[in-house]
């Protein structure tokens, strides 16, 4: 399944930082009507993206150490992270062709990467494989 996991201050750490592959937090809260526009297109991206881009929301009304530890201060929010780096941002209601294009650069930094760490190819489908598997779980 490619819809986006939910996450929280919990299992922030394990889902998004541990994840192996880029991962995509939108922060949103129920009551924002922008976030409600935004949840299509990101339901929409998880599935275009699904095995290589990790799709996850976080409700700031339930939980809020992680987005305060982050500095979100306005909703919707989305971030990229590879790891524990913060590697793009969108702040607001943002058209799916720019979320995309965020993605698309967020995969060939990534790939860029493994290849730089001497992983190639090889790595990178490992870590699509993984992505795959994580989703299936899901």
């Known amino acids: 399944m490619s819809d986006p996991i939910k996450v929280n201050d919990l299992n922030f750490e394990k889902e ?9 937090v939108d922060f949103w809260a129920p009551w924002c009507g922008p976030c409600r526009m935004l949840a299509p297109l990101i339901d929409e991206l998880s599935k275009e ?25 306005s909703i919707p929010t989305v971030l990229l992270f590879d790891g524990r780096e913060v590697i793009d941002v969108m ?19 990534f790939e860029k990467r493994l ?18 598997n994580l989703n299936a779980s899901v």
């Not at 998004?16 to 592959?21: F, I, L, M, R, T």
């Not at 095995?51 to 009304?61: E, I, P, S």
């Not at 339930?62 to 979100?72: D, K, N, T, W």
């Not at 290849?115 to 795959?132: L, M, N």
Request: net charge positive; charged share 25%.
């Open 16 to 24: 998004v930082v541990g994840a192996g592959v880029p991962v995509l």
């Open 49 to 73: 993206y699904a095995g290589r881009v990790k799709f996850t929301k976080l409700n700031t009304q339930e939980s809020q150490q992680v987005p305060m530890a982050l500095g979100i201060r």
């Open 91 to 109: 702040v607001g209601l943002r058209p799916k062709a720019d979320i995309a294009k965020m993605l698309d650069r967020a995969l060939k930094r």
């Open 115 to 132: 290849a730089k760490d001497g992983q190639g190819a090889e790595k990178v489908q490992s870590a699509e494989s993984a992505a795959e």
